[in-house]
C-alpha cells in the first residue's frame, strides 16, 4: 500500500510552546489529508479534513485557532498545536487520500507529551 | 455520539481458529465500510473494505460479511494467526465519501 510518513515520532514541550507535526505521502498525491486524535483505549477521533491548497474544515469541537492545519501541497500537511497545554498530549495521526475517495492510508502517528 | 460501535474491547483466540471481529453502526447513511489494523504506537493500516452493495467481501484469510438490515458487519480471520495479534478498528462512510468514522477498537490475541 501507499506509505504515509510523520515527523516527529514523539515530542515533548513545555507547556504554553507551540509544535508543529509533519505529515508526508511518500510515493503517490494525497488530495485530501486527514488529521485524527487518539486517546488510550478510544477510538480514533477526527479532527480536521484538509484538501490541498484549500482551508481545512474542522470538526465540531476542534478550535481552528489552536490546532492550525496547512495542506500546501498534494505530498505535505501540517498539524500545529498553539500554546500547547498538558491537556493536548495525546497521539496524534495523519491519514492521505488520493482522489477524495476511498480507502486512506495512515501516517505512523506523532505522541505529543506537554509538559 | 458513537455512530460505529465495538462492542468487545478485546478478544483472545486460539492460533488456527477462527477470528470473529464485530462492529455495529447506526447512520443509515453509511454505505462503505473498512477494517485497519493497529499495531502499538503506529498508524492503523488498511487490512479490507466493503461497500453496501455488496454483503461480503474475501481477501485471503480476510472476509467481511455486512449485514444492511442489522446494521452490522463482521470481520472474519481465518485461520488466525499469532501475528494477526493487533487492534482491529472498522470505520463507515457516508456515500463513500472521504469522512470516516472509526469505532473504538477490539484487541485481538491470537494464542500460539
Known amino acids: 500500500g501507499a506509505v504515509v510518513s510523520q515527523h516527529p515520532s514523539r515530542v515533548i514541550c513545555k507547556s504554553g510552546t507551540s509544535v508543529k507535526i509533519e505529515c508526508r505521502s511518500l510515493?503517490?498525491?494525497?488530495?485530501?489529508m486527514f488529521w485524527y486524535r487518539q486517546f488510550p483505549k478510544q477510538s480514533l477521533m477526527l479532527m480536521a479534513t484538509?484538501?490541498?491548497?484549500?482551508?481545512?474544515?474542522?470538526e465540531q469541537g476542534v478550535e481552528k485557532d489552536k490546532f492550525l492545519i496547512n495542506h500546501a501541497s498534494l505530498t505535505l500537511s501540517t498539524l500545529t498545536v498553539t500554546s500547547a497545554h498538558p491537556e493536548d498530549s495525546s497521539f496524534y495521526i495523519c491519514?492521505?487520500?488520493?482522489?477524495?475517495?476511498?480507502?486512506?492510508?495512515f501516517g505512523p502517528g506523532t505522541r505529543l507529551t506537554v509538559l | 455520539d458513537q455512530q460505529v460501535k465495538q462492542n468487545s474491547p478485546s478478544l483472545s483466540v486460539q492460533e488456527g481458529r477462527i477470528s470473529i471481529l464485530n462492529c455495529d453502526y447506526t447512520?443509515?447513511?453509511?454505505?462503505?465500510f473498512l477494517w485497519y489494523k493497529k499495531y502499538p504506537a503506529e498508524g492503523p493500516t488498511f487490512l479490507i473494505s466493503?461497500?453496501?452493495?455488496?454483503d461480503k467481501n474475501e481477501d485471503g484469510r480476510f472476509t467481511v460479511f455486512l449485514n444492511k438490515s442489522a446494521k452490522h458487519l463482521s470481520l472474519h480471520i481465518v485461520p488466525s494467526q499469532p501475528g494477526d495479534s493487533a487492534v482491529y478498528f472498522c470505520?463507515?462512510?457516508?456515500?463513500?465519501?472521504?469522512?470516516?468514522?472509526f469505532g473504538t477498537g477490539t484487541s485481538l490475541t491470537v494464542i500460539p
Open positions: 491519514s492521505g487520500q488520493a482522489g477524495g475517495i476511498g480507502e486512506q492510508f
Open positions: 510515493d503517490f498525491q494525497a488530495t485530501t
Open positions: 484538509s484538501n490541498e491548497g484549500s482551508k481545512a474544515t474542522y
Open positions: 447512520n443509515s447513511m453509511f454505505d462503505y
Open positions: 466493503i461497500s453496501s452493495i455488496k
Open positions: 470505520a463507515a462512510s457516508p456515500n463513500t465519501g472521504n469522512q470516516f468514522y
